[in-house]
């Protein structure tokens, strides 16, 4: 009776928790927005105070002059935040937080198109909500497992780690790729919205493959897809992003950020 409960909450949980991504696609989310705003809120709050934060006046300008025209697409007051660090990497967080690597405004050496699409990914990740959709997929993951757990297939430890394995990377790990491949769109069509090149999205690409030196992990086995799956999928995208972008061009947005 227990299981048979149990199994009936989760299907309801799924059934009331299923919304569509803003490319369209079939999205679950449990957790309560406000909820997952707070938390973006206290991990920037956090970073702020463990991570150092640039005082470059060049690197500050150009971060926050990208992060601006992108953000007038989008709507929404965003903290920009340049973090003295020499890892390639930028985030966006719920609650409409950015934080960019020094690391990475050298990688770019002062292109702005090429900055503008990272920049324009991680604000993908935010407005698809899939920050939301990674705590619900291991929520419900976790109910799931629990379930099992108390059946006669849950008595065995090997069975179980088995069952977590294929969880691991038959669910979790190709959410996060496709969550990944849906912010490159996403963050292409920022970009260009905005007047930023969108052709400079695969450059960009094409640099952190250099910088990454091959040293990837089997795709199955990443979060991320594979720079030529990245690039590829880019490309196929791109008569939709210049479509956009001489739009933009055409309509006067055309930032000088460099």
Same mark, same amino acid.
């Given at each position: 009776?227990?299981?048979?409960?149990?199994?009936?909450?989760?299907?309801?949980?799924?059934?009331? %928790?299923?919304?569509?991504?803003?490319?369209?696609?079939?999205?679950?989310?449990?957790?309560?927005?406000?909820?997952?705003?707070?938390?973006?809120?206290?991990?920037?709050?956090?970073?702020?105070?463990?991570?150092?934060?640039?005082?470059?006046?060049?690197?500050?300008?150009?971060?926050?002059?990208? !992060?601006?025209?992108?953000?007038?697409?989008?709507?929404?007051?965003?903290?920009?935040?340049?973090?003295?660090?020499?890892?390639?990497?930028? =985030? %966006?967080?719920?609650?409409?937080?950015?934080?960019?690597?020094?690391?990475?405004?050298?990688? @770019?050496?002062?292109?702005?198109?090429?900055?503008?699409? @990272?920049?324009?990914?991680?604000?993908?990740? @935010?407005? !698809?909500?899939?920050?939301?959709?990674?705590?619900?997929?291991?929520? @419900?993951?976790?109910?799931?497992?629990?379930?099992?757990?108390?059946?006669?297939?849950?008595?065995?430890?090997?069975?179980?780690?088995?069952?977590?394995?294929?969880?691991?990377?038959?669910?979790?790990?190709? =959410?996060?790729?496709?969550?990944?491949?849906?912010?490159?769109?996403?963050?292409?069509?920022?970009?260009?919205?905005?007047?930023?090149?969108?052709?400079?999205?695969?450059?960009?690409?094409?640099?952190?493959?250099? !910088?990454?030196?091959?040293?990837?992990?089997?795709?199955?086995?990443?979060?991320?897809? !594979?720079?030529?799956?990245?690039?590829?999928?880019?490309?196929?995208?791109?008569?939709?992003?210049?479509?956009?972008?001489?739009? %933009?061009?055409?309509?006067?947005?055309?930032?000088?950020?460099?």
């Amino acid at each position: 009776m227990l299981q048979k409960n149990l199994l009936v909450l989760l299907t309801t949980t799924l059934l009331a %928790a299923c919304t569509t991504s803003p490319t369209g696609r079939n999205q679950l989310l449990v957790m309560p927005e406000a909820q997952i705003d707070q938390m973006g809120l206290q991990t920037f709050s956090a970073l702020k105070t463990k991570k150092p934060i640039s005082g470059n006046p060049q690197a500050n300008r150009f971060a926050h002059c990208i !992060a601006n025209a992108i953000t007038q697409q989008t709507g929404g007051n965003w903290e920009v935040v340049v973090f003295q660090d020499e890892s390639l990497n930028a =985030f %966006a967080l719920p609650g409409n937080k950015i934080g960019v690597y020094t690391g990475l405004i050298k990688l @770019v050496g002062g292109n702005q198109n090429q900055l503008a699409a @990272v920049i324009g990914h991680e604000i993908g990740h @935010v407005l !698809a909500k899939h920050s939301n959709e990674r705590a619900s997929q291991q929520m @419900v993951m976790q109910q799931g497992m629990n379930i099992i757990g108390q059946t006669t297939l849950g008595q065995n430890p090997m069975t179980l780690g088995l069952l977590g394995l294929g969880a691991q990377y038959g669910v979790l790990m190709p =959410f996060s790729r496709t969550q990944e491949s849906e912010a490159d769109v996403i963050g292409q069509e920022l970009m260009a919205k905005a007047g930023f090149d969108p052709r400079q999205s695969v450059i960009l690409w094409q640099k952190m493959g250099q !910088a990454s030196q091959g040293k990837e992990p089997a795709e199955f086995m990443s979060t991320h897809p !594979a720079h030529a799956t990245r690039i590829q999928d880019l490309e196929q995208h791109m008569p939709q992003a210049m479509s956009l972008f001489q739009q %933009a061009q055409a309509s006067g947005r055309q930032p000088h950020c460099n």
